[in-house]
């Protein structure tokens, strides 16, 4: 028998802060502060990264133990990011924008011995019932200003602490499989719930989100992660970022448009990622003449995900020569398992249809699309099926500290004759022989009219063509002779001159005449959840609560 001569090095969050200074030592982390920007080199970043981390073990922060963040993204929780996890604590990234309630059922399912919390966020921190062994808080202040918080623990100081603190030289031995950070799902179609990923699991996502037919991230981009960092990692962008060396932008708790322009013009940003609806805000910012053009022109690619992307945003944003990339992931798939790329091959043509979906599977991330029978759909593009994700940063159950081995959601997963675990996304997809795969909605999201499935993602995207519609969701609601029928929102671009426009006539020319909502209603804007999705959970209540004839 031959056996592997390779060495065993594990890939943990150790390996990002040495090659930082090793290798990147003079790259720089931008953090834009209402018009401030202060930039810190990668080699500042390692050395306070170590010092926190000095910190956390002088302080009698021991493995395993839970460290939470309450934080926008900043320096202070790039540094957490990196120190956390390399000490061998677990990070939980609380979402700033739930509610205490939501935050309280969290903390007490990871129970963290240290809590580092905005100094800005002092109403909700003061409305958290922190748990017994959350024994230390620490209040960081990116905008500079002092802690000023009123409450029964006493809350350290960011900047003392760090000042104190001795810096670790020595990081201690880990194992890659141990756990590194835990983010909960964003709940926007049920209950959030935990998934810890693992050192493994983020490095060899961030190793593959590099790749050129991936994300393509290399230390010549200018990387601007919009997404929030509590948001599954920001995305994997920061570990990608310090990996490969490419300059990160932050703008601390800003998503507006001319925050966003200004940070990309003055940091010449080459690489940003947010949900669509926030790209939309800048298009629309754009045509109206609120944002400057020539601001974004550093810009070359926009990996999007979280939610589907229009035709209009993909070719309002090419016209200024920008790529938008497609991009579908989940926060049990680290998020990313799927980016669109061109492959040799591909016409014009059939690119112009293609660059709508998410493409392809990242190298090391299987999927499948399985029939309501339980076999995988032929892949002729038009079969759909439930997407099935299965890989080493796919996580293979919820965290779930009241069972014994701290698992569960048996029922989100299966299990094929080889013995290979498989996520159940939830989401219906078809796909194609080139292994291009488009989400065709979320199971939930399905609309059975009169025996036929109605996509709300096809209807969704044919209303976003319209050059009034700013954002449009659609949900079924209960009928009694069909079954269900779609019902849409819309908002509309501000300022759009004129009267609402007859939207179901724009559809009816597009579309079969029984797919055409009953109703259109126009919102002034629609509601978002936490990570700044369209909520569909929301739209459906408020479609049960105002029935419409
Ligand atoms: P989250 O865990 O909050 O990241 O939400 C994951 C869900 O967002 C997925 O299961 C999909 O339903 C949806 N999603 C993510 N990316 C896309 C996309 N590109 N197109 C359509 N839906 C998406």
Same mark, same amino acid.
């Given at each position: ?248 932008? %932050?703008?601390?708790?800003? $998503? +507006?448009?001319? &925050?966003? *322009?200004?940070?990309?013009? #003055?940091?010449?940003?080459?690489? /940003? ?125 919820? %965290?779930?500290?009241?069972? $014994? +081995?701290?698992? &569960?959601? *048996?029922?989100?997963?299966? #299990?094929?004759?080889?013995?290979? /675990? ?128």
């Amino acid at each position: 028998m031959i056996v592997s001569t390779m060495q065993e090095g594990a890939l943990t969050t150790q390996l990002l802060v040495d090659r930082m200074t090793s290798i990147h030592a003079h790259k720089r982390v931008f953090v834009g502060v209402d018009r401030d920007i202060s930039p810190r080199t990668f080699a500042e970043t390692a050395a306070r990264t170590r010092r926190v981390a000095g910190w956390m073990l002088a302080s009698g922060l021991r493995e395993g133990d839970c460290v939470a963040t309450l934080l926008w993204n900043c320096h202070e929780h790039l540094e957490l990011f990196l120190a956390v996890p390399s000490v061998g604590c677990v990070l939980h990234t609380i979402n700033t924008r739930l509610s205490a309630e939501t935050i309280n059922a969290m903390l007490a399912e990871t129970r963290p011995r240290a809590l580092f919390v905005d100094v800005g966020m002092a109403q909700l921190f003061e409305a958290l019932t922190l748990p017994a062994e959350t024994t230390m808080v620490v209040g960081v202040s990116p905008s500079g200003t002092r802690p000023a918080m009123a409450s029964d623990s006493p809350v350290l100081d960011y900047t003392t602490v760090m000042a104190a603190a001795t810096p670790l030289t020595r990081w201690p031995m880990l194992k890659e499989q141990q756990a590194c950070a835990i983010c909960y799902t964003s709940g926007t179609s049920g209950k959030s719930k935990g998934v810890v990923y693992s050192h493994r699991s983020a490095i060899l996502h961030a190793i593959a989100m590099l790749g050129v037919d991936a994300i393509a991230m290399s230390e010549k981009d200018v990387c601007f992660p919009i997404v929030p960092m509590f948001h599954a990692l920001g995305w994997g962008f920061p570990y990608a970022a310090c990996m490969s060396g490419a300059e990160l932008v %932050f703008s601390y708790r800003n $998503s +507006d448009p001319a &925050s966003i *322009a200004h940070l990309v013009h #003055t940091c010449d940003v080459t690489l /940003a990622t947010a949900v669509p609806t926030v790209w939309s805000g800048v298009l629309d910012a754009v045509r109206r003449g609120d944002v400057n053009e020539t601001d974004l022109k550093s810009l070359r690619r926009l990996p999007i995900g979280g939610a589907a992307v229009s035709e209009d945003l993909v070719s309002g944003f090419e016209a200024m020569g920008i790529s938008v990339q497609h991009c579908w992931g989940m926060t049990e798939v680290s998020p990313l398992g799927l980016v669109s790329s061109r492959r040799a091959g591909v016409s014009d043509e059939e690119w112009r249809a293609l660059r709508m979906t998410p493409g392809m599977p990242l190298p090391g991330c299987e999927l499948r699309v399985i029939s309501e029978q339980g076999h995988e759909v032929p892949r002729d593009g038009r079969s759909p099926g439930e997407l099935q994700a299965s890989g080493p940063w796919v996580t293979g159950a919820y %965290f779930d500290p009241a069972s $014994s +081995d701290g698992h &569960s959601g *048996a029922g989100s997963f299966v #299990t094929d004759g080889r013995g290979q /675990a498989w996520l159940k996304t939830g989401d219906v997809a078809t796909w194609d022989t080139r292994g291009y795969v488009r989400i065709v909605d979320r199971a939930k999201d399905l609309i059975k009219s009169g025996g036929e499935w109605i996509s709300s993602i096809e209807l969704e995207s044919a209303l976003c063509t319209h050059p009034a519609v700013s954002e449009a969701a659609v949900v079924p609601i209960p009928d009694s002779h069909w079954q269900e029928r779609p019902l849409a929102y819309v908002s509309l671009v501000r300022d759009w001159p004129g009267q609402e426009p007859d939207l179901k006539g724009f559809l009816a020319a597009r579309l079969p005449k029984w797919q055409v909502p009953d109703r259109v209603i126009v919102l002034l804007e629609l509601p978002k959840g936490a990570t700044g999705k369209i909520d569909k959970r929301r739209l459906r209540q408020l479609a049960a609560s105002a029935p419409v004839a």
